[in-house]
């Protein structure tokens, strides 16, 4: 099993709609989730951090932890043509400057 | 601000040379992460710093990887011998407290 599961997509929504991003992971001891969004050719980006249950919004963007299921989302409201990209789950085991392990990347196209 | 900073960015070698890839962090940023990635295995850990200190080079593939972190400001990965399953995208990231950011890679190809 891998540390940190994600579907490989792609996953294809309309222009406007809702894209939903789903992670799970195995290490029930991990604390820290963030999501990572990745262009072609490009590095990683940042786009949220996560550390407690429940959910966290910015802007179009909402990251959602469940704990006791290992269980982290992000959903994209809106979704735009510019948001046609890898994203990855990232998790990490504890607080601090630990490495973090990530899973292999769901691709996201959103079609005009 | 300046971002993290790698070079160089393109590399292509021969099958046996050396390389060595370079990373400058973020400053104030203690931790300094080398990751490597390719369409087979995605994003993977070679070996991670704090205070210029090696934490955790249980990534790094065989004994023809090398990693150092002389001081605060820099880091070379380095390859020797170099071998066509080196090929992929090198990435340097730091962080001050858990979330990365990450250089724009260096991408190796060995012949």
């Known amino acids: 099993q891998k540390e940190v599961e994600q579907n490989s997509g792609p996953l294809s929504v309309p222009e406007g709609a809702i894209a939903s991003l789903n992670c799970t992971y195995s290490?029930?001891?991990?604390?820290?989730f963030f999501w990572y969004r990745q262009y072609s050719g490009k590095s990683p980006e940042l786009i949220m951090s996560?550390?407690?249950?429940g959910d966290k919004e910015d802007g179009r963007f909402t990251a959602q932890l469940n704990k006791a299921s290992q269980y982290v989302s992000l959903l994209i409201r809106d979704s735009q043509p510019s948001d046609s990209a890898t994203y990855l789950c990232?998790?990490?085991?504890?607080?601090?400057?630990?490495?973090?392990?990530f899973g292999s990347g769901t691709r996201l196209q959103v079609q005009p | 601000d300046a971002g993290v900073i790698q070079s160089p960015r393109h590399e292509v070698t021969e099958m046996g040379q050396e390389v060595t890839l370079r990373c400058k962090p973020i400053?104030?940023?203690?931790?300094l992460f080398w990751y490597r990635q390719t369409m087979m295995r995605g994003l993977e850990l070679l070996i991670y710093?704090?205070?210029?200190?090696?934490?955790?080079d249980s990534g790094m593939p065989e004994d023809r990887f090398s990693a150092k972190m002389p001081n605060a400001s820099f880091s070379t990965l380095k390859i020797q011998p170099s071998e066509p399953r080196d090929s992929a995208v090198y990435f340097c990231?730091?962080?001050?407290?858990?979330?990365?950011?990450f250089g724009e890679g260096s991408r190796l190809t060995v012949l």
């Open positions: 990231a730091s962080t001050p407290t858990g979330e990365l950011f």
């Open positions: 290490d029930r001891v991990s604390q820290s």
């Open positions: 996560i550390y407690s249950n």
């Open positions: 990232a998790v990490n085991k504890g607080t601090g400057r630990r490495a973090l392990t």
């Open positions: 400053s104030g940023h203690n931790s």
């Open positions: 710093f704090n205070n210029n200190v090696p934490i955790d």
